[in-house]
C-alpha cells in the first residue's frame, strides 16, 4: 500500500479521505486535504462526533456505499483569517471556528469589533467566537450561540462570558468581514479549529470572512442534519428519575 505525510502526497487519483477519531481528528483532517476537493468521510470513535458522525458498527455499510457510488456530497464554508501577526501559517483557514479569548484566570480581555469597516461594539469579555454555520453546533453552541443549518449562508459572532447582558450573539451576512483588534488585556490567546495556540499583542488585528474555498464532507444516501442533531443533543429524551 502506498502512504502519505502531507497535503503535497495527495492527488487526483484519491476519491475520498476517511478519518477514524472524533471531530478534532475531522478538523485535523480539514488542513491536510486544505483546498484539494477531496471529500471527508468522517468515522466516530470519539465522543460526540457532529462531523464524524458515521458509527464504527456503521462502518461496513458506510465503505460499500463509497464503493457503490450511493452517497452525498455536503458542501461546508470555511472562514479565512488574515492578521498583521504570522500566526496561521499554510492554512489560514476553520471549518468551525476562530476564537480570541483570555488564558487560564487572567482579567477580561477589551476587544474592538469592525464590520466591513464600520464599528460594530467593543466587547469587554472572556472572548469573542466567529464560527461558521458548521462550527455552531461546537464552542459557539456552548457559549449560548445559536444553532445553523450548514447550508445557511452566514457566520456567527458569540461573545464568551460578555461583562454587558445585553452583549447576545449575532448572525451576520456572509459577505461580512470582521475586524478584531485588541485593545485590552494582559494575556490574548487564538485557536482555530483547535490547530493553535498563539499569544497576541495589545493593538494586534485579525480579519475573518467567509473563504472562497469549501471543504466536502461525505454521507451515505439517507443522511439527515436534523436527526443528528436529535441524536446528538438528545432531543426528545427525558432525564432519568432518581
Not at 452583549?167 to 459577505?175: F, G, H, S, T, Y
Not at 495556540?197 to 472562497?212: F, M, N
Amino acid at each position: 500500500y502506498s502512504t502519505f505525510n502531507s497535503f503535497e502526497d495527495l492527488d487526483s487519483s484519491i476519491d475520498c479521505m476517511i478519518s477514524l477519531g472524533g471531530d478534532g481528528t475531522l478538523l485535523d483532517t480539514v488542513t491536510l486535504v486544505r483546498d484539494s476537493g477531496i471529500p471527508i468521510l468522517g468515522i466516530n470513535y470519539g465522543r460526540l462526533g457532529f462531523l464524524a458522525n458515521i458509527g464504527r458498527e456503521e462502518i461496513v455499510s458506510a465503505i460499500d456505499a463509497i464503493a457503490n457510488r450511493n452517497y452525498v456530497l455536503d458542501k461546508r464554508s470555511l472562514i479565512h483569517l488574515e492578521s498583521n501577526v504570522k500566526i496561521f501559517g499554510k492554512t489560514p483557514y476553520a471549518l468551525n471556528e476562530f476564537t480570541i479569548l483570555k488564558k487560564d484566570s487572567s482579567s477580561m480581555i477589551k476587544i474592538h469589533t469592525y464590520l466591513n469597516g464600520e464599528f460594530l461594539n467593543t466587547y469587554w469579555a472572556d472572548g469573542l467566537i466567529v464560527s461558521t454555520p458548521t462550527g455552531s453546533t461546537a464552542y459557539a453552541l456552548s457559549a449560548g450561540g445559536p444553532i445553523l443549518h450548514p447550508r445557511v449562508p452566514g457566520i456567527v459572532l458569540v461573545p464568551i462570558a460578555p461583562h454587558a447582558l445585553s452583549n447576545r450573539p449575532i448572525v451576520l451576512a456572509q459577505e461580512s468581514i470582521i475586524a478584531i483588534e485588541v485593545v485590552g488585556g494582559r494575556e490574548v490567546i487564538v485557536n482555530f479549529d483547535m490547530q493553535s495556540l498563539t499569544k497576541l499583542q495589545i493593538g494586534d488585528r485579525v480579519e475573518v470572512r467567509l473563504s472562497d474555498k469549501s471543504i466536502s464532507l461525505l454521507h451515505p444516501l439517507g443522511h439527515s442534519d436534523y436527526q443528528t442533531l436529535r441524536e446528538k443533543l438528545h432531543w426528545n429524551e427525558y432525564p432519568s428519575t432518581f
